[in-house]
């Protein structure tokens, strides 16, 4: 994009494009003159179907349209231009003369961005400019840091939705090369030995699953694992970290690479390898800041789906935990709290929603009581597979213990629980358990919370706001759900 800085820049750095529509000449000239001396570059166009034609062949970085020009107006312009979702982001200042006020309010209600009245100072011209491209600038990074966290949503929300291995790495590799528009991304893991690594994806080529690499061949992983920081290098054939092995590199089809560390419990698990083929090589601060985001994400994922048990990967020394309940198949007390720290962790840094449901089994004991312990655990068998028929596949679902679950929903807001949550208790309350002694009928109750909010700032909060939520539906009835109040 042009950015309005670049009005200032000397002869070798033409600044952005204005358009200069007007019918008289020596207004024209004036005003392009103007321009041109602050380093701008101004197009006169003599009237109004010419300037839509301009616009339409090279959109300029802002437009300085005359109202009164014969054949097609300054208005009549001015609409089509704002009427087009193609060209309405582009400034419009209209010229005027002073005794057309009427002209005046009828274009700015049709979207003009601002006016000036002639004779117009060289001056006043410039600082209106400068003003209205400083604007589009901004408006043009916030869209850009719109569709980036957007990005960055959908690949969390991607992967999260999936506990298998090559499924997680597709997604990270292709939606990051879709991002930087890389020619090649890769996911290295850093296998046992200090020398070897693994390519476990890499974008242009699908069938890529455990590729065993020499790092002694590739000094910029080195670095990133040895420093646990990211590795820039602008020029292949020009950068020193590569001096070691410019001989492989001659005649190579990409000329800039990235390397991001993936940290895992303070340890480097593995690297997210991207190398771009662009003429201007490099990488910008916002692709830079975009993939490592993309690395935090990646080590969560890579931890939620024990990537690591065949990559030979013993210096990460990772607990070989017992992650499920032997009894339902739900997640176990000790995982949720692990994945509650982590997703809280994540929801505070990026200010993602993240909400949490307490449930109990209504009146159990006098099951277990007249039933015995083995239908008691047929029902809450059933239950957990009622509960997982009725949740999202992001969602974490844990036996919290006894006849107690609790379910994780991240980048979800208190709203978005609430409605699960009814789901669940209606599937729950509808659904006949097929008992040995005969169909049994269960309610549940429900207690559901949510970060951010104005009591939760801490992960005990956010458990103690949902367990009191619980607490008031078994107070008020049970069989019913109770969110958490701020």
């Given at each position: 994009?042009?950015?309005?800085?670049?009005?200032?820049?000397?002869?070798?750095?033409?600044?952005?494009?204005?358009?200069?529509?007007?019918?008289?000449?020596?207004?024209?000239?004036?005003?392009?003159?103007?321009?041109?001396?602050?380093?701008?570059?101004?197009?006169?166009?003599?009237?109004?179907?010419?300037a839509l034609e301009r616009v339409a062949a090279d959109p300029p970085a802002l437009v300085l349209l005359d109202i009164l020009m014969p054949g097609l107006s300054g208005l009549e312009v001015l609409r089509k231009l704002k009427g087009d979702p193609k060209t309405q982001p582009i400034p419009v200042i209209l010229v005027t003369v002073k005794d057309t006020p009427a002209d005046l309010v009828e274009g700015l209600e049709a979207g003009a961005d601002d006016y000036l009245?002639?004779?117009?100072?060289?001056?006043?011209?410039?600082?209106?400019v400068r003003a209205h491209?400083?604007?589009?600038?901004?408006?043009?990074?916030?869209?850009?840091?719109?569709?980036?966290?957007?990005?960055?949503?959908?690949?969390?929300?991607?992967?999260?939705?999936?506990?298998?291995?090559?499924?997680?790495?597709?997604?990270?590799?292709?939606?990051?090369?879709?991002?930087?528009?890389?020619?090649?991304?890769?996911?290295?893991?850093?296998?046992?030995?200090?020398?070897?690594?693994?390519?476990?994806?890499?974008?242009?080529?699908?069938?890529?699953?455990?590729?065993?690499?020499?790092?002694?061949?590739?000094?910029?992983?080195?670095?990133?694992?040895?420093?646990?920081?990211?590795?820039?290098?602008?020029?292949?054939?020009?950068?020193?970290?590569?001096?070691?092995?410019?001989?492989?590199?001659?005649?190579?089809?990409?000329?800039?690479?990235?390397?991001?560390?993936?940290?895992?419990?303070?340890n480097v698990v593995g690297t997210l390898l991207l190398r771009t083929s662009r003429l201007t090589p490099g990488f910008t601060e916002r692709e830079i800041r975009i993939c490592q985001l993309i690395a935090d994400i990646a080590a969560a994922a890579l931890q939620n789906a024990h990537l690591f048990e065949s990559l030979e990967l013993a210096n990460v020394n990772l607990e070989r935990l017992a992650l499920v309940d032997d009894l339902t198949g739900a997640f176990n007390r000790r995982f949720f709290f692990r994945r509650l720290e982590e997703e809280f962790h994540r929801a505070r840094r990026y200010k993602f929603p993240l909400a949490c449901i307490f449930l109990d089994i209504d009146r159990f004991k006098p099951v277990n009581d007249?039933?015995?312990?083995?239908?008691?655990?047929?029902?809450?068998?059933?239950?957990?597979?009622?509960?997982?028929?009725?949740?999202?596949?992001?969602?974490?679902?844990?036996?919290y213990g006894g006849e107690e679950f609790a379910i994780l929903l991240p980048m979800t807001p208190l709203e978005g629980a609430v409605v699960e949550?009814?789901?669940?208790?209606?599937a729950i309350r509808t659904h006949a358990f097929g008992a040995d002694v005969g169909p049994?009928?269960?309610?549940?109750s429900l207690g559901v919370s949510a970060f951010p909010a104005a009591r939760v700032g801490s992960v005990e909060d956010l458990i103690a706001r949902a367990d009191d939520a619980l607490y008031q539906a078994k107070a008020e009835g049970r069989d019913r759900l109770v969110a958490s109040a701020d």
């Open positions: 994009m042009e950015s309005a800085q670049n009005a200032l820049a000397g002869p070798g750095s033409p600044g952005p494009r204005i358009l200069v529509v007007d019918d008289e000449a020596v207004a024209r000239q004036i005003v392009t003159d103007a321009l041109a001396d602050r380093g701008f570059v101004a197009e006169p166009v003599p009237d109004g179907a010419a009245t002639k004779p117009v100072a060289p001056a006043e011209l410039l600082a209106r491209l400083r604007t589009r600038e901004l408006l043009a990074q916030f869209e850009k840091n719109r569709e980036d966290l957007a990005a960055v949503l959908e690949i969390s929300r991607a992967v999260s939705s999936t506990l298998k291995s090559s499924e997680i790495f597709g997604i990270l590799v292709d939606r990051t090369a879709r991002i930087v528009q890389a020619y090649r991304c890769s996911l290295v893991l850093i296998g046992e030995a200090h020398d070897t690594a693994y390519v476990v994806a890499s974008h242009d080529d699908p069938s890529i699953r455990h590729l065993k690499i020499s790092l002694r061949k590739y000094p910029e992983i080195r670095m990133a694992v040895a420093q646990r920081q990211r590795v820039v290098v602008n020029n292949i054939q020009e950068d020193p970290l590569l001096a070691e092995v410019r001989e492989h590199l001659r005649g190579a089809p990409f000329v800039s690479i990235l390397v991001l560390p993936i940290i895992l419990r303070e007249r039933y015995g312990h083995l239908v008691g655990d047929q029902v809450l068998k059933e239950v957990t597979e009622v509960i997982r028929g009725s949740i999202r596949r992001t969602d974490i679902l844990a036996r949550g009814e789901r669940i208790r209606q049994v009928h269960m309610t549940i």
